[in-house]
């Protein structure tokens, strides 16, 4: 079957860095996705890897390793608006997406 | 550029009823794609359109649903004599469907409630 594993919920601290890990296994790969979503708000695009590496945007980055099924999402300078869940998905073989079920990021003052 | 849109927002039904939920894809895009979501939950796939044509469904769909692009521009999902179970957040995302990376963007969702 094809499984994305990510921690349910995560707390951390304005100004600080947090990291958000996903491990997955699927029916192929064709690249990995980072969404935010708030609370009631629709899912929006932060970051695609499709080789391995770190890709930077901004406060944003995110990492991939294929041989390990293993991506992160970091995110630095934390603030309170980053408080959101945060969806990694995973292209597989027929380029379907498949989601894992979200980290809930909590950040305190 | 408008974005995904959605309508309506928020449908309170009884079961048995049916009800009809709208997509309006971003202009130029030729994908659409409809997700059920639950709390907690990632977005879970339900079919997608490249143009007019439905290319897939999800074989976790019941018959109660169908799904039309009739002219591939706005899209229409029915749900026949709802169940509790339907009770969801049903989302809509658009994508261009060229290119290296087809970024899907979504709409704000159509929050539904069988009672």
């Known amino acids: 079957g094809q499984n994305i594993d990510q921690p349910t919920e995560m707390t951390a601290t304005e100004g600080a860095i947090v990291q958000i890990n996903c491990t997955y296994q699927?029916?192929?790969?064709?690249?990995l996705f980072w969404y935010q979503q708030h609370a009631g708000e629709a899912p929006t695009f932060l970051s695609y890897?499709?080789l391995d590496g770190l890709e930077e945007k901004g406060r944003f980055s995110s990492f991939l390793s294929r041989s390990k099924g293993y991506s992160y999402l970091l995110l630095k300078e934390l603030q309170m608006k980053d408080s959101a869940s945060y969806l990694c998905?995973?292209?597989?073989?027929?380029?379907?997406?498949?989601w894992g079920a979200g980290t809930k990021l909590i950040i305190k003052p | 550029d408008t974005g995904v849109s959605q309508n309506p927002r928020h449908k309170i039904t009884k079961r048995g009823q049916n009800v009809t939920f709208r997509c309006d894809p971003i202009?130029?895009?030729?994908?659409l794609y409809w997700y059920r979501q639950t709390l907690g939950q990632g977005p879970e796939f339900l079919t997608y359109?490249?143009?007019?044509?439905?290319?897939?469904k999800s074989r976790l769909l019941s018959d109660r649903f169908s799904a039309e692009r009739p002219k591939g521009s706005f899209s229409t999902l029915e749900i026949q004599r709802t169940e509790q179970g339907d009770s969801a957040m049903y989302l809509c995302?658009?994508?261009?469907?060229?290119?290296?990376?087809?970024?899907?963007?979504f709409g704000a969702g159509t929050r539904l409630s069988v009672l």
């Open positions: 359109f490249q143009n007019e044509a439905q290319l897939e």
């Open positions: 998905a995973v292209w597989d073989s027929n380029y379907q997406l498949i």
């Open positions: 995302a658009s994508s261009l469907g060229e290119g290296e990376v087809d970024i899907q963007y």
């Open positions: 202009s130029e895009h030729n994908r």
């Open positions: 890897n499709v």
């Open positions: 699927t029916s192929g790969f064709n690249g």
